[in-house]
């Protein structure tokens, strides 16, 4: 029971991120059993669940934002490429410019909408001058696929926005910095199902550029963009393997259970 | 749609309509109480603004007499040069100026008048004289301040002979209150006549702006490692505790301190601005931490959140996004606090700034008096309404940063 069952036909090679017998605690709660995934470089994986399941929980442990919760403790190792971030030394902050993440409500600055996007780049100093923080701003903002929605407006308010135009700002501010992997935390449960439909296509457009993960509730929107699912339960995850396969055929009762709404 | 007699629905009955206009009642009666609350602080504060600026005028207003000076006559020597030296007024005294004025007045008033002139009034004569040398080869009238005695005897009171003087002499047209700008440039003075607020009110500002320089930082600089950085353990909740406390202590506690510490530190600043501004920090300090602390709290964690993901430093976290966030609540609180401040009286007592300071302090180390004190000290001559208005521009100033800085997320 407590080990997660992997589908077979899974190919894991040249995963962007592993997590090795990751176990989290709050308290003296434990939030998240012993998981172990590979993640991949190409595909979109999503993490499904019912509440409380640990998915979220597990997602935050992949660029460390857990550590902002005092209580919070993470046991096990999760390597990006190869390299444990958990290890002493680690830099936290190069960590989350190569990790970067899309919260559940979106959360832009209150700042102008160019400086939504110009902000990170320009912490890192990724741009050497104006122009250039501009390029990096209008081709993040392209890629979010707000580009035409807001070129005119670029100094209003970021919060001015409507919510899914918020959320596709918090997309572009992220990958402004040029992360590795984007980590998206049920990034449509606060959109209503035009705005969600756009950030989906977003996320197909953006998939083999970068490697995303992300959590939803909904089975759909797991079916929709992504190629490979985990499936989470009381804190343990249950069962990954291919999205198509997860969907037709689960190996577990319980993934059954969940995907044809017996409960969740 | 539901018309079936059979059923009674809970919400058309008797008692449901009954209890409904039970609340709607209640919700007017509330209404009104507000109202009445508003209206009666309007009313009390029109009351109060309204008495302030009749008592408050006569502040600005000084019982002047005029006298015309035919300096040609005079025999006093000086030019540009002589007059622009730091000894000018000296001068013009060793040359006999005092003279010279009072026997102007003597012929214009009569002797009797003349002797109450106040006896400095020909320091204005000089240093009318300095600002222009010219004026030696002119005839010029001045409004020379009245001494205390008339003074009293135009406003109907004092010894009958005053009275009776200042009522003949007004009747001639020779004495006159009139409008006193000087006031707000002049220190204090023995004579009632010639007082100001500049003194007064540059001892607050060098005080203010000591308290300011040392209360805001420290102020936010704590708030923001309680908030952000501090574990919460026995500690920290005892620190809390202890600033908590800090900011009920009665302020003339703050005042034995700064007498037992800081004089104790500088015994040579007695009455100064420096030794002032410590003690009042130290009482806005508490305010500023506690209202900063519920500003700061008060920045929803999405921001952090946000700001972290993309890869902010906690300091960056903090000065980018935390605290222009919390500023206009910091500020409220820094405004609350600094007005308290300006308006103490009691610590300042304790540190020796009730002193007679006739002259407007050069520094933050020269002796000095505020406001507050300064009122106390006239407290039955000179009405508050400066109070009033330093406390209506530090509101306004409040307003202005407030939304300045306020902004929505």
């Not at chain 1, 991949?40 to 992949?62: D, E, H, M, N």
């Amino acid at each position: 029971m407590n080990v997660t069952v992997v589908h077979p036909n899974l190919d894991t090679e040249n995963p962007k991120m592993q997590a090795r017998d990751v176990s989290v605690f709050y308290g003296d709660k434990k939030a998240l059993d012993t998981v172990s995934i590979e993640i991949p470089t190409q595909y979109v994986t999503a993490f499904i669940g019912p509440s409380g399941c640990g998915k979220s929980t597990f997602l935050r442990t992949l660029n460390r934002m857990n550590d902002t919760i005092a209580t919070a403790r993470t046991e096990g190792e999760i390597l990006l490429d190869g390299e444990d971030i958990y290890k002493s030394g680690m830099d936290v902050v190069q960590l989350r410019a190569r990790v970067g993440m899309v919260f559940q409500k979106p959360n832009p600055f209150p700042k102008s909408i160019y400086e939504n996007i110009a902000y990170g780049p320009r912490i890192h100093g990724l741009a050497e001058s104006k122009a250039d923080l501009d390029a990096v701003v209008e081709k993040s903002l392209s890629r979010a696929g707000l580009w035409n929605e807001v070129k005119d407006r670029l100094q209003d308010s970021g919060t001015a926005l409507s919510g899914g135009q918020q959320q596709r700002l918090c997309i572009a501010r992220a990958i402004a910095v040029d992360p590795e992997v984007i980590l998206m935390d049920e990034p449509c449960s606060a959109l209503d199902p035009i705005a969600t439909a756009k950030i989906e296509e977003l996320i197909d457009e953006l998939r083999g550029r970068f490697a995303i993960v992300i959590v939803t509730h909904s089975m759909q929107q797991a079916a929709r963009v992504s190629q490979r699912t985990a499936f989470f339960h009381l804190g343990k995850m249950v069962e990954y393997g291919k999205t198509s396969d997860i969907f037709t055929n689960p190996l577990e009762q319980r993934t059954k259970d969940y995907i044809t709404g017996r409960y969740g | 749609m539901n018309d079936a007699g059979a059923l009674v629905l809970p919400t058309r009955t008797d008692a449901f309509e009954a209890r409904l206009r039970q609340r709607y009642r209640a919700e007017k009666r509330f209404k009104a109480l507000g109202l009445g609350a508003i209206l009666f602080s309007v009313i009390v504060l029109a009351f109060l603004l309204v008495t302030m600026t009749i008592n408050g005028i006569g502040g600005f207003q000084r019982v002047e007499s005029e006298v015309t000076i035919d300096f040609t006559q005079a025999g006093l020597a000086g030019d540009s040069s002589t007059l622009s030296q730091s000894n000018a007024v000296q001068t013009l005294e060793a040359q006999g100026l005092p003279a010279v004025v009072a026997m102007a007045a003597t012929e214009q008033l009569g002797a009797e008048a003349a002797a109450q002139i106040d006896g400095d009034a020909w320091r204005e004569v000089a240093a009318a004289i300095i600002a222009d040398p010219a004026l030696l080869k002119e005839t010029r009238s001045f409004s020379l301040a009245v001494g205390p005695k008339l003074a009293s005897g135009y406003a109907g009171e004092g010894s009958p002979e005053m009275q009776a003087l200042a009522r003949e002499l007004a009747e001639d047209g020779k004495i006159a209150k009139n409008f006193d700008a000087g006031f707000l440039e002049r220190a204090d003075a023995t004579n009632p006549q010639k007082v100001g607020i500049w003194g007064a009110l540059k001892g607050s500002i060098y005080t203010m702006i000591v308290t300011l320089a040392l209360a805001f930082p420290i102020g936010v600089l704590a708030a923001l490692y309680l908030e952000e950085y501090a574990p919460r353990n026995r500690w920290t909740d005892l620190i809390e505790v202890s600033i908590n406390n800090l900011a009920a202590v009665p302020s003339i506690i703050f005042g034995l301190l700064g007498l037992a510490v800081f004089l104790w530190m500088f015994p040579s600043y007695r009455s100064a601005p420096l030794i002032g501004g410590m003690t009042l920090a130290l009482m806005t300090m508490p305010v500023i931490v506690i209202s900063g602390r519920n500003a700061i709290k008060a920045v929803p964690p999405s921001i952090r959140d946000g700001a972290l993901a993309v890869g902010a430093s906690p300091v960056q976290v903090v000065f980018h996004h935390v605290l222009p966030l919390a500023l206009p609540g910091i500020l409220t609180g820094t405004i609350i606090g600094m007005a308290r401040a300006l308006g103490e009286t009691a610590p300042l007592l304790m540190i020796g700034m009730r002193a007679f300071v006739a002259a407007p302090p050069e520094g933050f180390t020269s002796p000095a008096t505020v406001l507050p004190v300064q009122i106390f000290l006239w407290s039955d001559e000179i009405d508050r309404n400066f109070v009033e208005r330093t406390s209506a521009a530090i509101n306004g100033l409040a307003i202005y940063l407030r939304n300045k800085f306020e902004k929505k997320w």
